[in-house]
């Protein structure tokens, strides 16, 4: 079946730190992969994506690279601020199944940003 | 961009009782939204897909009659807990694809509470 294993929280940073989240994944076929980002009070927004193998989705400095041999997507950030301290989503989405166009999520990281 | 709202943000009610969750497309038109529950610490589950002009499909091990789900029109989605309980006590996250292929927007999402 299909699912997401996300590291697991809290993550605490101080500024201009490195970031890493870990992210694998389990599915049949060529799904595509996402990083959604929730700040406080908000509704989930995508960070950055990747549809097929090898490719590197980049956001606002944060990255990642959509890696089939490892089944990984790692979210990567070589200097944090403070307004990127918020809840981190790793996501999938089948290329195949009957609910096209559904998302399965890791359980978030909550990532605290220090000045 | 497209926005997805949520109403109530927040709901508090006495056990028993139904309580409806609205799920919007506010500048975009959707025949398709997903409705998503999430437990403390825990990732997104998606509960079922709502279509506009058919029947909901629910995700094996949703019960239809409890969480009633009806696509009014092509911008609005509801959700129903009828004779709610506390264990039915959650964050429920509504979206709608959108914004590029493969993409969602996602709402606020509602918290629920069932004393």
């Known amino acids: 079946g299909n699912s997401v294993t996300q590291m697991e929280g809290p993550v605490t940073l101080s500024e201009e730190a490195f970031l890493t989240i870990n992210c694998t994944y389990t599915?049949?076929?060529?799904?595509?992969l996402f990083w959604y980002v929730q700040y406080p009070g908000e509704g989930l927004q995508l960070l950055l994506k990747?549809?097929?193998?090898?490719d590197k989705g980049s956001n606002k400095g944060f990255e990642a690279t959509y890696r089939k041999e490892t089944t990984s997507f790692h979210l990567e950030k070589g200097s944090v601020q403070v307004s990127d301290s918020a809840v981190y989503f790793c996501?999938?989405?089948?290329?195949?199944?009957?609910?096209?166009?559904?998302?399965?999520f890791g359980r978030g990281t909550q990532l605290t940003v220090w000045p | 961009g497209a926005v997805v709202s949520q109403h109530p943000s927040r709901v508090i009610c006495k056990s028993g009782t139904s309580v409806k969750i609205e799920c919007r497309s506010l500048?975009?038109?959707?025949?398709?939204m997903f409705w998503y529950r999430q437990f403390p610490k825990q990732s997104l589950m998606l509960m079922a897909t709502?279509?506009?002009?058919?029947?909901?499909?629910?995700e094996q091990g949703v019960e239809k009659d409890k969480f009633l789900i009806n696509h009014a029109s092509l911008t609005l989605s509801t959700l129903t807990v009828t004779s709610a309980h506390p264990e039915d006590s959650s964050f429920y996250i509504c979206?709608?694809?959108?914004?590029?292929?493969?993409?969602?927007?996602f709402g606020p999402g509602t918290r629920l509470t069932v004393l």
């Open positions: 979206s709608a694809p959108g914004g590029g292929p493969r993409e969602q927007f």
């Open positions: 500048d975009f038109q959707a025949t398709t």
């Open positions: 990747a549809t097929k193998a090898d």
């Open positions: 996501a999938l989405q089948p290329d195949r199944g009957s609910t096209l166009g559904r998302l399965y």
């Open positions: 709502s279509n506009e002009g058919s029947k909901a499909t629910y």
């Open positions: 599915a049949t076929g060529y799904p595509s």
